[in-house]
């Protein structure tokens, strides 16, 4: 057990929709990342939070959004849903900024249909 | 983009055997090197890491080998075990906006 948490495990949505996935850094750790890994892209880079604050930013898309919170959790949103967004989608966590020791989470299962 | 590639897609050996891992990683800007274990159905782990300013790191029955010259890194499991059967990535950073680029991994099967 990393001690990341993310909520849900599964979901499975329609085209079109809103969903929203959470996480809980481990305690102590600053840092919060989010991934997507697909069968066919591998783990993906999405964006990564320090503190509240955006920190990084990777192969994101524009319908996609996060944000920390002051207790830390992260929260990514997903809009205007395809079925390519179909992934794990994975958030990790870190003491500092760097990037460094990142512990990762069980995922979140996402299905469009 | 970045470009951090496995040699092998999948790689089968013999429990007890010694394995080894490689990446090939594009950026010689690259500082900071991490190697992750996922297992079906769980997230990444990590299991070791490593500087540019270093060649080599061991850890508890792994080590990891840096080759700048050629930009290659590995990950050597001494004594292979049926739990050590997951897919490895290797990761790399180019510390220009904390961004990590992960291979698309090895898997490795450990047969008993």
């Known amino acids: 057990d990393s001690g990341v948490t993310q909520t849900p495990k599964h979901l499975i949505t329609a085209t079109g929709q809103r969903v929203t996935l959470r996480c809980s850094p481990r305690?102590?750790?600053?840092?919060v990342y989010w991934y997507q890994q697909s069968l066919d892209q591998g783990l993906q880079f999405l964006i990564q939070?320090?503190?509240?604050?955006?920190?990084a930013k990777g192969n994101i898309l524009e319908r996609f959004s996060a944000q920390q919170f002051p207790d830390l959790h992260s929260e990514l949103n997903l809009s205007s849903l395809e079925l390519g967004d179909s992934a794990l989608y994975f958030c990790?966590?870190?003491?500092?900024?760097?990037?460094?020791?990142?512990?990762f989470g069980p995922g979140t299962r996402l299905t469009v249909t | 983009g970045e470009s951090v590639g496995l040699h092998l897609p999948t790689l089968s050996v013999q429990e007890g055997d010694n394995s080894i891992i490689n990446c090939a990683y594009s950026n010689s800007a690259s500082d900071y090197f991490i190697w992750y274990k996922q297992e079906s159905g769980k997230g990444p782990q990590f299991i070791i890491d490593i500087r540019s300013n270093m060649d080599k790191r061991q850890g508890q029955r792994v080590t990891v080998l840096l080759n700048k010259t050629v930009k290659h890194l590995s990950l050597q499991i001494a004594a292979t075990q049926p739990g050590d059967s997951a897919v490895y990535f290797c990761?790399?950073?180019?510390?220009?906006?904390?961004?990590?680029?992960f291979g698309t991994g090895t898997s490795l099967t450990v047969i008993p």
């Open positions: 939070y320090y503190n509240g604050e955006e920190r």
């Open positions: 990790a966590s870190s003491v500092n900024s760097g990037g460094y020791e990142q512990y």
């Open positions: 990761a790399e950073n180019t510390n220009t906006g904390n961004q990590f680029y």
């Open positions: 305690s102590g750790d600053l840092s």
